[in-house]
């Protein structure tokens, strides 16, 4: 079923998005997943489940990773956010994509953008976890294809690699 | 708004038997066949269209599980609500139980399941009066939509375009019901002379398309003192839903892995798809076959249990030797050796020291222990005769600029099919990687090279990318523009001036089957497959008496696939599958009500989190040398078969209770431990007789 009509009357909304200042018009209660991917056609955020199990519309706000299926528009009033696509600029970015392509970290690559998030927003804390981090860290993104190791892996690699430099 | 009054041509999901409407015009056979079709502008709209209409339905008497259908009080396919039967019968079954020092029984059944890609179905369609229909969408047989198009818009074949665009996994799921979702957007876009788009959300598409097939499977095996099967009787039953769809050609794969890695001397099996009021149920990696091997595996352990001897000694007495022939009287001719494979995956997860001190520390404590196997095969390819009616045709061309690119309908979805089919283009031309690229599948493009369906990309279409590839090397050679011992640059060269000379450089290869390939469909006789891949894996689990759930601690996955093209791809395909064949076992259960599925949310329906699997441990051993792309097997199944009985049978190992029914929840393993009054589980009361 497709997005119930927002109600009332749209209002405007400024946030920052991967850097740069927007204002949207919009329902207050649209989710923030819509506006990214209709009103600013940053569809690299999927919508997997619609309900916050799936993690493939993960983005960063003000820091948090946060299901941008479940945040109200209205709630990232004067927010930073940063979605996939605004990940080119981080430093991470480059030893992550190449140990997902080493470790095969990627099939289908449906959750690779959420994934991508969750594991900077990981390293970013815990520059060298530990297995058990890994796996805690992603556990809010579903994988269907690789049964999560190869994932793994790829986060455990970049995370040696940016530790060295 | 379109009903079936709108359809152009004819009203059907065109398939195998063409029985499944587009949209029902009369009667409705399951709770969300669509009947009427709405689009606007504003998508947000729709829910106010979708409140606005009302539908009045005189009932008629339902049939839900598979006993009902059997029964035949109510008919609701055909004249006997079945979809198909066969009989595979090989040696004198009636013969073998007088000799028989033990008769052993056992009924087992696996549950539907979800495929639960997490890219949902979705398609863009667009009418033209003058090109006729376009669609672009997730989906994994672009033939098969164009296909059930032309019939259901009556147009010819060059007025109906099928691209597959990236799509977010499949895993069978986007095998059929993308006809089904392409020929409503197809539709709505005639009849609105826009484009338009459907994308269902979780819901609906949990609701609504297919599923694994639920199965039964009841053992009948006569065996010897000392443990080796004399023959037996098999009947196979899967619930196919509500219309025909791909039931028979999953009921023919379950049937012939029904006997799993072992001689039977003789054997008959049964096997019938029937009719239920659920949506109809589809293709899911295994096809079938997932569903007969875990009763196969779980009945060996209940033979050795029998006939008094282990899990591990009961498959080396009656696994297949090269020379022997299978239930459908295949002779093995590859030169496996399943005590090898067997030992080698003993010895990787450390079987007998482990299994000996679970023994041991289970006697205290609240968390119990276990080992178990399973041995298997999956073949790959198409059944019997499929390759052959298939007739899969693939191209590959070379650009003025030497730029090589591999036509083919196989469809990416994560499985690497891209990438492997561009190396072993690469490696027949002799180029870098980096000089093949692959085209999109779009059927105005790339010819019919067949489903991206059965474990046959790498092998099938694989075998014809390598032999178009050679044809473009023959032709540079044979108009003497190419030499032996050529460079990248040279063939570039060649390439750049053949074209300025002939247009174009394109060389095509058509399956031809080996000649002495022999496969009887009346019988179920003969060469079922090309080739089989085969395998041991062993689970390591431990069951939670407090909370009665069961967790895998360790896996290991050893296989014969041939030769393993892509070794990082390889692996991703097995743990990926052995992770479902988790979620199969341990995990996911569809709740049906009045057939519909009513769990249908990631809430509600649990696969497996990064937090819920162990360590899958891979490991390939090449044993012979098949013929194919490099001596290449099909893998993309072989994963999801042995995880959910050697799982169970770990669960059995730790707990004493023979389970025989997946989903295995703990609420079925509190019930199963209930002291009194001993409930058995699952809806028989066949037990294991000696």
């Given at each position: 079923?497709?997005?119930?009509?927002?109600?009332?009357?749209?209002?405007?909304?400024?946030?920052?998005?991967?850097?740069?200042?927007?204002?949207?018009?919009?329902?207050?209660?649209?989710?923030?997943?819509?506006?990214?991917?209709?009103?600013?056609?940053?569809?690299?955020?999927?919508?997997?489940?619609?309900?916050?199990?799936?993690?493939?519309?993960?983005?960063?706000?003000?820091?948090?990773?946060?299901?941008?299926?479940?945040?109200?528009?209205?709630?990232?009033?004067?927010?930073?956010?940063?979605?996939?696509?605004?990940?080119?600029?981080?430093?991470?970015?480059?030893?992550?994509?190449?140990?997902?392509l080493e470790c095969g970290g990627t099939q289908c690559g449906i959750c690779t953008p959420g994934m991508i998030l969750a594991a900077v927003h990981l390293l970013e804390k815990t520059p060298e976890p530990a297995p058990a981090d890994i796996r805690e860290g992603l556990a809010g993104n579903l994988c269907r294809c690789t049964g999560y190791q190869q994932i793994f892996e790829a986060v455990a690699m970049a995370a040696r690699r940016m530790v060295r430099k | 708004?379109?009903?079936?009054?709108?359809?152009?041509?004819?009203?059907?999901?065109?398939?195998?038997?063409?029985?499944?409407?587009?949209?029902?015009?009369?009667?409705?056979?399951?709770?969300?066949?669509?009947?009427?079709?709405?689009?606007?502008?504003?998508?947000?709209?729709?829910?106010?269209?979708?409140?606005?209409?009302?539908?009045?339905?005189?009932?008629?008497?339902?049939?839900?599980?598979?006993?009902?259908?059997?029964?035949?009080?109510?008919?609701?396919?055909?004249?006997?609500?079945?979809?198909?039967?066969?009989?595979?019968?090989?040696?004198?079954?009636?013969?073998?139980?007088?000799?028989?020092?033990h008769i052993v029984e056992g009924e087992y059944f696996t549950g539907a399941q979800e495929q639960l890609y997490i890219e949902n179905n979705g398609v863009i369609a667009a009418f033209d009066p003058e090109d006729g229909v376009t669609v672009w969408g997730s989906l994994q047989c672009p033939y098969y939509v164009h296909k059930a198009l032309m019939a259901l818009c009556g147009l010819p074949e060059d007025k109906i375009r099928v691209v597959q665009m990236e799509t977010g996994g499949a895993f069978g799921g986007k095998e059929e019901y993308p006809s089904m979702i392409a020929g409503h957007a197809a539709l709505l876009s005639i009849k609105s002379q826009r484009p338009v788009k459907i994308v269902y959300d979780r819901m609906e598409d949990m609701v609504a398309t297919t599923k694994r097939h639920p199965s039964r499977t009841r053992h009948r095996?006569?065996?010897?003192?000392?443990?080796?099967?004399?023959?037996?009787?098999?009947?196979?039953?899967?619930?196919?839903?509500?219309?025909?769809?791909?039931?028979?050609?999953?009921?023919s794969r379950g049937t012939i892995h029904a006997g799993g890695p072992y001689y039977w001397p003789s054997v008959r099996i049964r096997a019938k798809a029937v009719a239920t009021n659920t949506p109809p149920h589809g293709a899911f990696r295994g096809f079938g076959a997932p569903q007969s091997l875990f009763a196969m595996?779980?009945?060996?352990?209940?033979?050795?249990?029998?006939?008094?001897?282990?899990?591990?000694?009961?498959?080396?007495?009656?696994?297949?030797?090269?020379?022997?022939?299978?239930?459908?009287?295949?002779?093995?001719?590859?030169?496996?050796?399943?005590?090898?494979?067997?030992?080698?995956?003993?010895?990787?997860?450390?079987?007998?020291?482990?299994?000996?001190?679970?023994?041991?520390?289970?006697?205290?404590?609240?968390?119990k222990k276990g080992m178990g196997i399973a041995a298997f095969l999956h073949g790959a390819g198409f059944t019997g005769s499929g390759e052959r009616y298939l007739n899969s045709l693939v191209g590959v061309e070379a650009g003025a600029d030497g730029g090589v690119r591999v036509l083919v309908s196989s469809a990416e979805f994560g499985q690497g099919t891209n990438t492997v089919l561009c190396q072993i283009a690469a490696e027949a031309l002799a180029l870098p990687y980096e000089g093949v690229m692959i085209a999109r599948p779009d059927t105005t493009v790339v010819p019919n090279s067949g489903p991206t369906v059965a474990s046959r990309t790498a092998m099938i279409v694989g075998t014809l990318v390598q032999s178009a590839a050679q044809g473009i090397k023959q032709t540079l050679m044979k108009t003497g523009l190419l030499g032996d011992n050529y460079t990248p640059e040279q063939f570039r060269a060649s390439c750049g001036q053949f074209i300025r000379t002939h247009g174009a450089l394109k060389s095509y290869a058509r399956y031809e089957a080996p000649g002495d390939v022999y496969w009887d469909d009346e019988k179920y006789r003969g060469e079922a497959y090309a080739a089989f891949a085969w395998?041991?894996?062993?689970?390591?689990?431990?069951?939670?008496?407090?909370?009665?759930?069961?967790?895998?601690?360790?896996?290991?996955?050893?296989?014969?696939?041939?030769?393993?093209?892509?070794?990082?791809?390889?692996?991703?395909?097995?743990?990926?599958?052995?992770?479902?064949?988790?979620?199969?076992?341990?995990?996911?259960?569809?709740?049906?009500?009045?057939?519909?599925?009513?769990?249908?949310?990631?809430?509600?329906?649990?696969?497996?989190?990064?937090?819920?699997?162990?360590?899958?441990?891979?490991?390939?051993?090449?044993?012979?040398?098949?013929?194919?792309?490099?001596?290449?097997?099909?893998i993309g199944e072989l994963p999801m078969d042995g995880p959910a009985p050697a799982i169970v049978n770990g669960v059995e190992d730790a707990i004493g209770v023979r389970f025989r029914s997946i989903p295995l929840l703990p609420e079925d393993v509190f019930e199963a431990l209930q002291p009194e009054p001993p409930r058995q589980q699952g809806p028989s009361s066949t037990r294991g007789t000696t």
């Amino acid at each position: 079923m497709n997005p119930s009509p927002g109600t009332g009357t749209k209002c405007q909304i400024l946030f920052t998005v991967n850097g740069e200042a927007r204002k949207v018009l919009a329902h207050p209660m649209e989710r923030l997943l819509d506006v990214l991917r209709n009103d600013l056609a940053l569809k690299g955020t999927k919508e997997g489940c619609g309900e916050g199990e799936c993690g493939s519309c993960s983005v960063l706000l003000d820091g948090m990773l946060v299901n941008s299926c479940l945040v109200p528009v209205v709630q990232a009033t004067g927010a930073s956010i940063v979605t996939i696509e605004g990940m080119s600029a981080q430093a991470l970015m480059i030893p992550l994509q190449e140990a997902f392509l080493e470790c095969g970290g990627t099939q289908c690559g449906i959750c690779t953008p959420g994934m991508i998030l969750a594991a900077v927003h990981l390293l970013e804390k815990t520059p060298e976890p530990a297995p058990a981090d890994i796996r805690e860290g992603l556990a809010g993104n579903l994988c269907r294809c690789t049964g999560y190791q190869q994932i793994f892996e790829a986060v455990a690699m970049a995370a040696r690699r940016m530790v060295r430099k | 708004m379109v009903t079936a009054k709108d359809i152009p041509g004819k009203n059907c999901i065109s398939l195998i038997l063409d029985d499944q409407p587009c949209l029902a015009a009369e009667t409705v056979n399951h709770p969300e066949e669509p009947i009427l079709l709405l689009a606007h502008a504003d998508c947000r709209m729709l829910r106010k269209a979708v409140d606005a209409v009302s539908i009045e339905y005189e009932p008629l008497p339902p049939v839900h599980t598979m006993e009902e259908s059997e029964r035949q009080s109510t008919i609701i396919w055909g004249t006997d609500n079945a979809f198909k039967s066969y009989l595979v019968e090989k040696g004198d079954v009636e013969a073998v139980w007088k000799d028989a020092a033990h008769i052993v029984e056992g009924e087992y059944f696996t549950g539907a399941q979800e495929q639960l890609y997490i890219e949902n179905n979705g398609v863009i369609a667009a009418f033209d009066p003058e090109d006729g229909v376009t669609v672009w969408g997730s989906l994994q047989c672009p033939y098969y939509v164009h296909k059930a198009l032309m019939a259901l818009c009556g147009l010819p074949e060059d007025k109906i375009r099928v691209v597959q665009m990236e799509t977010g996994g499949a895993f069978g799921g986007k095998e059929e019901y993308p006809s089904m979702i392409a020929g409503h957007a197809a539709l709505l876009s005639i009849k609105s002379q826009r484009p338009v788009k459907i994308v269902y959300d979780r819901m609906e598409d949990m609701v609504a398309t297919t599923k694994r097939h639920p199965s039964r499977t009841r053992h009948r095996t006569a065996v010897s003192k000392d443990g080796q099967i004399l023959g037996g009787e098999i009947e196979f039953t899967i619930d196919g839903g509500a219309y025909a769809t791909l039931s028979s050609v999953v009921l023919s794969r379950g049937t012939i892995h029904a006997g799993g890695p072992y001689y039977w001397p003789s054997v008959r099996i049964r096997a019938k798809a029937v009719a239920t009021n659920t949506p109809p149920h589809g293709a899911f990696r295994g096809f079938g076959a997932p569903q007969s091997l875990f009763a196969m595996e779980r009945h060996m352990d209940h033979i050795a249990q029998v006939a008094g001897i282990s899990p591990v000694e009961v498959r080396r007495r009656n696994f297949l030797k090269p020379g022997q022939t299978t239930t459908t009287e295949q002779t093995i001719r590859e030169d496996i050796d399943l005590d090898h494979l067997l030992g080698r995956a003993l010895e990787l997860s450390d079987y007998a020291a482990k299994k000996a001190r679970f023994a041991e520390e289970n006697r205290s404590g609240m968390r119990k222990k276990g080992m178990g196997i399973a041995a298997f095969l999956h073949g790959a390819g198409f059944t019997g005769s499929g390759e052959r009616y298939l007739n899969s045709l693939v191209g590959v061309e070379a650009g003025a600029d030497g730029g090589v690119r591999v036509l083919v309908s196989s469809a990416e979805f994560g499985q690497g099919t891209n990438t492997v089919l561009c190396q072993i283009a690469a490696e027949a031309l002799a180029l870098p990687y980096e000089g093949v690229m692959i085209a999109r599948p779009d059927t105005t493009v790339v010819p019919n090279s067949g489903p991206t369906v059965a474990s046959r990309t790498a092998m099938i279409v694989g075998t014809l990318v390598q032999s178009a590839a050679q044809g473009i090397k023959q032709t540079l050679m044979k108009t003497g523009l190419l030499g032996d011992n050529y460079t990248p640059e040279q063939f570039r060269a060649s390439c750049g001036q053949f074209i300025r000379t002939h247009g174009a450089l394109k060389s095509y290869a058509r399956y031809e089957a080996p000649g002495d390939v022999y496969w009887d469909d009346e019988k179920y006789r003969g060469e079922a497959y090309a080739a089989f891949a085969w395998a041991v894996y062993v689970a390591e689990v431990s069951v939670d008496l407090t909370t009665y759930a069961v967790t895998v601690d360790d896996f290991v996955a050893l296989q014969e696939v041939g030769k393993v093209l892509h070794p990082v791809l390889a692996e991703g395909q097995i743990t990926g599958g052995v992770a479902q064949a988790i979620g199969f076992a341990l995990y996911e259960k569809v709740v049906w009500q009045n057939g519909r599925m009513i769990n249908n949310q990631m809430t509600n329906y649990i696969m497996p989190t990064s937090a819920d699997l162990p360590p899958i441990r891979v490991f390939f051993e090449q044993l012979g040398n098949v013929h194919g792309a490099h001596g290449a097997k099909g893998i993309g199944e072989l994963p999801m078969d042995g995880p959910a009985p050697a799982i169970v049978n770990g669960v059995e190992d730790a707990i004493g209770v023979r389970f025989r029914s997946i989903p295995l929840l703990p609420e079925d393993v509190f019930e199963a431990l209930q002291p009194e009054p001993p409930r058995q589980q699952g809806p028989s009361s066949t037990r294991g007789t000696t």
